[in-house]
Every structure is written in structure tokens, then in C-alpha cells.
């Protein structure tokens, strides 16, 4: 088959409005994120959709070409995944998408173009800038499984041209509303055991929406290894970086996921691995990149010392029995991920702190994460080092107050808003 016939083929599977005329998602529970995406339609920038494989993405593409066809027509609005189309010029699918509708004229008017999968498209960046010059009025929605833009040609290529929103798991919040939990809000206090008992389902699944309400941790585990690592580790990454040894980028992974939050020597695990320093650096950057980990840096004032301390890495995906065996460690790398968290505190003394926010106009708001005895030696001497307006500590069921220091239920903090 010919490549415009397969194009043309393609359309019609994956634009169902043309034929149909209407398009709704079936089962849609409302995503955190689309509510801050809502606010940039009316803008002429790309929107860029980036994040893990399996978080979403393409559905929250779908839902916001259900919210443009209230108002375009739907022959106006395109999807197309370059999922197995890396050589493919975007002027084709042009050419295709007109000798559809040859009454259509693409500088008048105004269309909605969708594109899936971007970073398995070579040389992306600039095929995107010509679109987006050549047809100021075709509003246009991206979305990637790999951090786009974090390469310093891709920045100046699509200067000013591009706003991009992190798609992220599901937080609990959300998988409450995904597994029809939602009277639980109702009153959080009533319900803590309930609440509790959730968030360790919670923690199994991961936040993959789709495994949302699934018990089954054999089911959770295959997901996981095979929809998710398996197809970023061995196909993903080798696609976009100049891998050598992918079995040791999945050993390096294996022993973040197996010890949440440990400090990482790089030049002594480089040693461990029989790699250069250089090689285990560049590999953690493909995973962060990948966003299968993320790295926390020891919170200082001083932001060369900052940069040269030894970091923390927290993983994307825990396994279930991980969970089981280990439910404080899993409980803390969860709320990493959930509050962004960016920065630790630890001092040559061992005094630590879990979690550095770092607010507007640098307001410093310092988090412990605790789901038994609470310690507060680390605390008064951050307290007394920078002086924070308040340090929380989350707690799996505590609550109380005492002068600058906020003891809440994990619940009350991450269901608050």
C-alpha cells in the first residue's frame, strides 16, 4: 500500500467525527491538568503534552478536540500518531488531509490539528516551526513521551512558540474520582480507614488511570514491566539516544525502584557498574528524561554547592510487592511525586529533611514525611538554620499544631484543595 493511501486509511480510523459528525469520551473522569490546559486554547502557541507512556495523553487530546468541536466544524480538526511514521514529512499529511476536503482552505478560517507521539518523528522541532508559521490560524496540539524540550536546539527552535504541561499519573485525588470513591470527600475524618486503605491501592497502581480500581497486583506488575519500562527502557530510549548497554540503563533503574530516595554516589555506582562516570550520568539523564525517575537536589542557599552534593532519585513506577513489603519508603517516594517536590535537606550532621518546597518569591517550605514516631531533632535544626515560616509534617493519621510546626493526616493535606 502506497504511503498517502495508508495516510488517508489512518485518518478515517482515528478522525471517527468526519463520518460521524460528534465525538464524546465515553467513562471520562476529569483530569486536574485540562483545567489548566483550558486556559491557553484561545492563545496561537503550540500546546506540547509531555509525560510518561500510558498517563493519558492521548485522551486528554480526545477530550480537548470534544471541547473544539462545540465550536469547529469536524472536518476541521485532525488527530494523527507518528507512532510508526519516523520518516514521514508533515507537508504529506497536508497534502492528504486537502484531497479530502479540497473546499477547504487551511490560511482561512480556523482548524485544530493533533499530533501524537512527536519525538519518534525525526527532526520534529523544525517540521512543527514551518506549520506553525506557515498557517497561523491552525491551532495545534502536541504530545510526547519523552521530555521534549529539555535540549538546548529544541529550546531555540521553538522560542516562544510552544507552552508545555506535564502530564503526570494520576494523583489520589483523582484516582478517588477514577474508581467512583468520590462520597469518601465527603467527610475525610469519617472515612480515614477507608481513605487509608485506598491510598495502598493507590500506591500499587501506580496512578496509571488504567489500572485504576485494580486489585490484581500479578495484572499491576505484568502492566507496569511490559506497557510501561519494558517499551520505554528497550524501545524508547534507543530510538532517541545512542544507548550502548540497555541492559544496564535497566539495571540502574532496577536499583532506583528497589531503594526509593537513596542518596546516589554516581562515581561509586559507576565503579559497581564497570562504567565511566560519564556513562551513568548520561544514563540517569535518559531515564529522568524519559520520566521514569526523578532527582531531587540537597536544598543550600549556596547553588554551587548545591549542584555539586549528592542527589536523591525517586522512580516513576514502584511494584506492587514493593509496596507490601516497604509501605513507609513507597508512601514518601508517592508524595515526592505528587507535591513536584524538587529539593531535600540533609547536612554532613545527618540532619534531614524529606521534602523542600520552594514557593513564590522563594518562600522555603520544608515537609516531613512520617508513618510512625515523630523525631523533631532534624526539624529544629532546619528551623533554626532558615527560619521557614512553617515546617509540615505528614502523618498517615496524626494531627496537631504547635507553633510553627503542622502535624496533618496525608489525606487532609492531599485532599484540601
Known sequence: MELKERIR???????????KGNFQLENYSCRLILLEIEKFFSFKQIIALVGLRRTGKTTLILKIIEFFLQTLKPQQILYFSFDDFSQLEIEELISVYREIFPELNLKEGKFLFCFDEVQKLQNWQEKFKRLYDTYPNIKIIISGSESLFLRKKIKETLAGRIFEFKVLPLNFKEYIYFTKNES?????????????KLYKEFL???????????????IIHKYLKESVIDKIIFQDIPQLFKVKNVDILAEILDIIIFSPGQLMDITRLAKELSLS????????????????????????KNLRKQKRSLKKYYPAIIFPSIVEDNFPLCFENSLVWQLDAQFFYRNAYKNEI??????????????????????LASINYFMKKYRPAEIIIITLDKEEKQKQIKIIPFYKYLLKK
Open 9 to 19: 486509511l489512518i485518518f478515517k480510523e482515528t478522525n471517527p467525527w468526519w463520518k
Open 184 to 196: 469518601i470527600l465527603s467527610n475525610t475524618q469519617l472515612y480515614k480507614e477507608e481513605i487509608l
Open 204 to 218: 500499587k497502581t501506580n496512578g496509571f488511570p488504567e489500572l485504576a480500581g485494580i486489585k490484581d497486583t500479578m
Open 277 to 300: 562516570r560519564q556513562v551513568v550520568s548520561l544514563y540517569l539523564d535518559y531515564l529522568e528524561k524519559s520520566f521514569l525517575i526523578k532527582k531531587l537536589y540537597n536544598f543550600s
Open 354 to 375: 524529606d521534602i523542600i518546597l520552594v514557593g513564590k518569591n522563594k518562600k522555603i517550605i520544608p515537609i516531613e514525611i512520617k508513618t510512625g514516631r515523630i523525631e
